[in-house]
């Protein structure tokens, strides 16, 4: 580690109605991040949240006056990962800490003077395509979605497809505040659930309800620590269209996507039109999209299209770029 370390102040939020991704990609990247800076969290009030913070021995603090934690703390760097605006937060730290460099993952107000650098997957501003302002750094693309590192081992130049579905994976993050899973779930049982194994992950913050009397070979895990195997495992998943997406992308599994709002719907749009995903109706599945499923069941050169041009989208090296871009901002003055 460098003997001038400087200090990351990651700002995330998460909850069951909002989802977990923001939190599971902040910590995967602070996983590189820590190698060179001290890293801290600033999080809402949620129970859910502090387990896993604390399971993963991060220093965090909960809706703390974030002027005296940048000061307390000597932050170097503000983080921002979450789908909110600032709020007049990034002009106040300005005004009062000169020095500080500020950094939004999926940001999307591009006339704010304040920030520094912004990184989006997918452009969700409808009237810009990008911002204009000199001194502001942008970067967008799916080359910066970061991947945890348990997934590193099985990003492979080619994924082996099997010629038949044998598992579908059926996971909606760490919350699926929609109920997604339970509309999936139902849109099986109304049609006809086909006799393969299906694993259905439930993620730490998950309070939605499930369809009843289903049949044996739909298992359920709660809360698991190794994603990566059940979706390397699976021949076709069903997910949102947030981080669980671009991990399932990174590992070369066929996916069809439901998205949880209107955003993941514009973005599952646009990773659709390159051929990397199939999507299923906003706001809920009906009969007519479990020909989707049927048809990838039955299509193993369209399931091995998918993967290949999903690899192609997210090869897993994001917070490797995002590592770069946050240590030329603190060292080489960028």
Not at 100 to 106: S, Y
Not at 195 to 224: A, C, K, M, T, Y
Not at 297 to 325: A, C, F, M, P, W
């Amino acid at each position: 580690m460098n003997d001038n370390v400087k200090t990351i102040l990651c700002k995330v939020i998460g909850s069951p109605k909002m989802g977990m991704g923001h939190i599971y990609r902040s910590l995967g990247l602070a996983r590189i991040l820590e190698k060179e800076f001290k890293v801290i969290f600033h999080i809402n009030n949620n129970a859910g949240l502090s387990k896993i913070l604390k399971e993963q021995c991060i220093t965090y603090f909960v809706d703390e006056n974030i002027e005296e934690l940048v000061s307390k703390q000597e932050v170097d760097l503000l983080l921002f990962d979450q789908l909110s605006s600032d709020n007049g937060l990034f002009e106040t730290l300005k005004s009062h800490f000169s020095h500080l460099k500020i950094i939004a993952l999926d940001y999307f107000d591009y006339d704010n003077r304040f920030i520094d650098v912004i990184i989006n997957l997918f452009n969700q501003n409808l009237n810009d395509s990008m911002p204009i302002r000199d001194n502001l750094q942008y970067y967008e693309g799916t080359e910066y979605a970061i991947i945890r590192d348990e997934f590193n081992k099985h990003i492979v130049d080619r994924r082996n497809i099997s010629p038949e579905v044998k598992n579908v994976l059926i996971t909606f993050g760490g919350a699926d505040p929609n109920g997604n899973t339970k509309k999936v779930l139902q849109l099986f049982k109304d049609t006809g659930i086909p006799d393969i194994n299906i694993d259905v992950i439930l993620g730490p913050l998950w309070r939605s309800e499930l369809p009843q009397d289903l049949p044996s070979n739909i298992r359920f895990h709660h809360s698991i620590s190794n994603m990566s195997y059940y979706m390397t495992r699976a021949d076709l998943a069903f997910s949102g269209a947030g981080t669980t997406m671009m991990e399932l992308l990174s590992v070369g599994t066929p996916t069809i996507v439901m998205p949880q709002n209107l955003w993941e719907k514009r973005f599952a749009r646009n990773i659709e039109e390159k051929g990397a995903v199939r999507v299923l109706n906003y706001e809920s599945p009906i009969k007519e999209d479990v020909g989707d499923f049927f048809y990838l069941t039955n299509s193993y050169e369209k399931r091995k299209s998918l993967s290949q041009k999903g690899k192609t989208l997210v090869d897993g090296r994001g917070k490797e770029r995002i590592y770069k871009i946050i240590y030329n901002n603190l060292y080489n003055g960028e």
